[in-house]
């Protein structure tokens, strides 16, 4: 199953850059489609190619998970200290470096959770505990997804064929929500029917 990533610009993409990150799952939108208020559980990209595009983008209001494609200065886009600029036009396997390492170091934020490695953080009270490989791709699907079947995580994530008898996503299930009652997240993870939704 491919990582989603949203690539924001109001301007033809490059084929390179499409082609660069293939195997990903593409989303493309425009600038007046970002979300400032939910953008913490995915990766993405914004290029930016004149500055009639970069006064249509709140930059202090992106996050981390934002990296942003320019001829701009840094000046004229005013940005904040933690958002990824990569300064265009460069070589082509630096594009590629910047962007394979941005993409590996995204953090997972919901509410007052942090998801970075395979470490679970909650924001205020500072506890936090680690998942395994299984429960970290588990609950950054259902965080990114808000609702999923159970069908889909066991096919997609777990690779159990849909017609095979097992508790093993009940098994991931039970020890994802023992692990986030332990750091006291207000995160939680809802079963109604086959279906899992997130919640607050």
Known sequence: MKDK???FSNNKINNFVTKLLSNYELTFLKFEEIDYKEQYTGANI???N?????NKINFE???ENYLIITNLTNKKLNLNKNINLLNAPTPENNIKNKIENFLQ???????DISIENEKITNLKNKSFCYLTKAELE?????LREKETTKN???????KIKSNVETNSLESHLTRIRKKMNEIETIVKIQTKNERLLITT
């Open 61 to 63: 209001n992106l996050n």
């Open 5 to 7: 990533l949203y690539i």
């Open 46 to 48: 914004v290029i930016v």
């Open 105 to 111: 170091n995204i953090k997972v934020r919901f509410y």
């Open 138 to 142: 588990i609950l950054t699907f259902l």
């Open 50 to 54: 004149c500055e009639e595009d970069a």
């Open 152 to 158: 889909f995580i066991k096919e997609n994530i777990l």
